[in-house]
């Protein structure tokens, strides 16, 4: 059996570097590490990870916390893009990506705590926090590593990364009243969530901005499975007066808003201008392209995992709450003449 000596032997390094290059530490250089690697490959020598965890009593693990059902995470774009910048910094730092989904908060809680109390974790990546979230209450106190992709309410000392969703929900509504919209109907997603309250405040600082009053009438909650989007999207066309624009707080959204507003014989954006939120890849396959907020997902996700891994590496995080720029990409569902002609 090849053991961390021989690779030591080939590559010309001490056993120990040989270790930090398996953990990728950031004191080798890249021609050491390259060459150890090479010669791990030509030998044949796969780290024991359980060992290692063992002596070391760490996992080597992540734990990623859906905050929804598998079936609603992995049907929405957004989860997608951001396993994929997680993932990028997991398998290229030699960590394993534990996935925890739950149909409700209660059971969410209860497997995060689950993972972390019985170390199958090192820390934990939350999505989606909520306005009172008791479950980043109880890690915080129990000093559990984490990170959150989101903003957290009364929470002094944290890490996370976040996209600025005020300035983002202000700029794209604040881009239709420029258009001379006045009655903007706002579709958001669930009141418990931060980035849905965050989106509401931006929303009506642009209103308020132009002297335009906050018509509740024109504001509605849609589940997190997206399933009543359509429903919603008719009952705010049926008030008089009608919206003239749509402010969407999630682009999956738009797919139901878009069937309500052709269903009532209107055209868009002539007749109702549309604007979405996070540029999901199939936003410019949509009829007409939808003009929407582009937020940085994937590098949310790659500064969200090597956040914690610094973190449990002991290394210094500044600042501990990342915030990442976002940009209104404009098509043809608001109206406006794209930026691209």
Do not use: W
């Not at 590559?11 to 080798?28: E, G, L």
């Not at 997603?189 to 931060?194: H, L, M, N, S, W």
């Not at 003009?291 to 210094?316: D, F, H, S």
Request: hydrophobic share 40%; aromatic share 8%; charged share 25%.
């Amino acid at each position: 059996m090849v053991t961390i000596k021989d690779v030591a032997r080939l590559a010309n390094v001490s056993p120990s570097t040989v270790s930090r290059v398996i953990s990728d530490h950031k004191s080798i250089s890249d021609e050491t590490k390259e060459r150890v690697r090479q010669a791990m490959e030509e030998l044949g020598y796969y780290p024991n990870f359980i060992a290692r965890s063992l002596i070391k009593r760490s996992s080597h693990a992540l734990g990623l916390i859906l905050s929804r059902s598998t079936e609603s995470a992995f049907s929405n774009p957004f989860f997608a893009e951001i396993l994929r910048g997680i993932s990028k910094v997991t398998q290229k730092r030699q960590y394993t990506l534990v996935l925890s989904t739950a149909e409700n908060y209660k059971d969410e809680a209860k497997q995060c705590l689950q993972m972390v109390m019985e170390r199958r974790v090192d820390g934990l990546i939350l999505l989606a926090p909520r306005v009172n979230d008791e479950l980043i209450r109880k890690l915080a106190q129990n000093k559990h590593p984490f990170v959150v992709v989101g903003r957290v309410n009364g929470l002094q000392h944290h890490y996370a990364v976040n996209n600025d969703n005020i300035q983002a929900a202000y700029s794209a509504v604040r881009h239709l009243l420029n258009l001379g919209h006045r009655r903007i109907a706002f579709l958001n997603g669930p009141a418990e969530y931060t980035f849905c309250q965050d989106r509401y405040q931006g929303y009506c600082m642009a209103l308020r901005e132009f002297g335009v009053e906050v018509d509740e009438r024109y504001i509605r909650h849609a589940q997190i499975d997206h399933k009543d989007d359509y429903e919603l999207g008719k009952e705010l066309l049926n008030l008089k007066p009608r919206p003239t624009a749509f402010f969407v707080a999630d682009d999956l959204m738009v797919i139901g808003i878009y069937r309500a507003i052709k269903e009532a014989k209107l055209k868009i954006p002539q007749d109702v201008a549309v604007i979405g939120f996070n540029d999901d890849a199939f936003a410019t396959l949509l009829d007409p392209p939808l003009t929407t907020i582009r937020i940085p997902i994937y590098e949310m996700g790659k500064a969200a995992a090597e956040t914690m891994i610094a973190v449990l590496n002991g290394e210094e995080v500044n600042p501990p709450q990342k915030i990442l720029s976002s940009e209104l990409v404009i098509r043809e569902s608001c109206g406006a003449k794209p930026l691209s002609q």
